[in-house]
């Protein structure tokens, strides 16, 4: 039976990847014994590198001989691509810590659903910016713009309440600023996967069925986004010397690492397998689904975690109108692919 026949199949399938998207930051939050950059480094090294790794040499046939045998034409913009999702990665650690998960996830999905999805569109079909695909993007950003102005407001006044007004005014403006960027950034993940298409198509080539081709793609866009979380982790281990803690309650807090990094993985990977199964609007109401339940859990967790246990009524109404918006655009934003198809 072919995968489009199994649309309800495909919806729970991508619902679910939302959430284990999301959840992924929850069990660094348990960490008791290591820094952030201890935990960051093996989250990192297991998602990026060793399970992406151990995945190419089940699906791929003699790996080495296939990516040496890939033209530097086929592999530089996936590695362009995926060193700036990279340093995305890293500075979306530390806007949790800043302005926690369901503040970051909110700006960080937003901005980066929509130049993930504008940017391809002006490159291959800037015909498509005239049209109504055009007028559902414009339409997304207004939406996103009114979402994230109340979603900051209702965090900042969460912040100011939380203790020293002056300290906790700097640090949330630092926390909204890294967010944005990593935002913007963070759009470069579909920015890979996109140009990197030919080496989907090399592998497919050679004998390689497409779902497994797409991990060719991923192997080196990730990998090519470790790079950036591996230094600046390391330089951190350096500077506050925090190399010792290593030691230090090692079996749990390991775990709690390999946790964060086969929620984010498989969630990524199970998008992809749902949004296929779905069939032929996969890609766009797909999307708009993933997109949803990650902010929809993410705001949960958050919740639960007791990021806005302080926040009177008020800033909490804020807060999830504010998000309201951001699905919307989300939405807007996958339902506006079905124009294209």
Known sequence: MQPSAHPVLGFVTVAFSGMMTASFAAPMKLSRRWSWENTWLVYATLALVLIPGALIVWSIPHPLTFYTSLSPRQLLLPLLFGFGWGI????????????????????????????????????????????????????????????????AKAGRERELLSGNKSTAKQAFRLGILLCIFTGCFGSMINMGFVFGSGIAQQATANGVSPQKATLAVWFVVLGAGYIPNLFFTLYLLKKNGTWNRFV???????????????????????????????????????????MAALLLWSSALGEMTGEWRAAPPSTLRCMRIGLGFIMLAVITLGFGSLFRS
């Open 88 to 151: 995305a990665q890293v500075t979306f650690g530390l806007s949790i810590v800043r302005v926690g998960m369901a503040m970051a996830f909110a700006i960080v999905i937003g901005l980066s659903s929509l130049l993930g999805s504008a940017i391809p569109l002006a490159v291959f079909h800037p015909e498509d910016l005239l049209g109504r695909v055009g007028i559902a993007l414009f339409v997304s950003a207004i939406l996103l713009a009114v979402g994230l102005v109340l979603f």
């Open 248 to 290: 230090q309650s090692s079996g749990r807090e390991m775990l709690l690492a390999l946790a964060a990094a086969v929620l984010w993985l498989f969630g990524m990977l199970g998008y992809g397998v749902g949004a296929s199964i779905m069939g032929k609007f996969g890609n766009s109401i797909g999307f708009a689904v993933c």
